[in-house]
Nanobody, 123 residues
Framework: QVQLFESGGGLVQAGDSLRLSCAAS????????MGWFRQAPGKEREFVVAINWSGDRTYYADSVKGRFTISRDNAKKTAYLQMDSLKSEDTAVYYCARHYLGSYYLTTSYTGWGQGTQVTVSS
């Protein structure tokens, strides 16, 4: 079983950068695809990006492509989300989760959600 803990959120201005971390406990982190999702107030949770177990395949939502970069360090059991050129519409609670079945782009394909970390971008 993998437990996940997100950190790194905060309040920034438009155009700034943030790096989120997703630290995992448990033995299976190194063999699973990890995903980042976000949920803005009044909206459904949406896919942001995913990375396969070895880190050589990534999957991005169009809204963040070219601005966000996902990576992972299996030795540290941590996944990262580097967010550059932040926009006000990136404001949301960001969650990481472990993929277990189905499409990488669907929330229902993931389990073991962390508690989330708030990212607020002021314009």
């Amino acid at each position: 079983q993998v437990q996940l803990f997100e950190s790194g959120g905060g309040l920034v201005q438009a155009g700034d950068s943030l790096r989120l971390s997703c630290a995992a406990s448990g033995r299976t982190f190194n063999s699973v695809t990890m995903g980042w999702f976000r949920q803005a107030p009044g909206k459904e949770r949406e896919f942001v990006v995913a990375i396969n177990w070895s880190g050589d395949r990534t999957y991005y939502a169009d809204s963040v492509k070219g601005r966000f970069t996902i990576s992972r360090d299996n030795a540290k059991k941590t996944a990262y989300l580097q967010m550059d050129s932040l926009k006000s519409e990136d404001t949301a609670v960001y969650y990481c989760a472990r993929h277990y079945l189905g499409s990488y782009y669907l929330t229902t394909s993931y389990t073991g959600w962390g508690q989330g970390t708030q990212v607020t971008v002021s314009s």
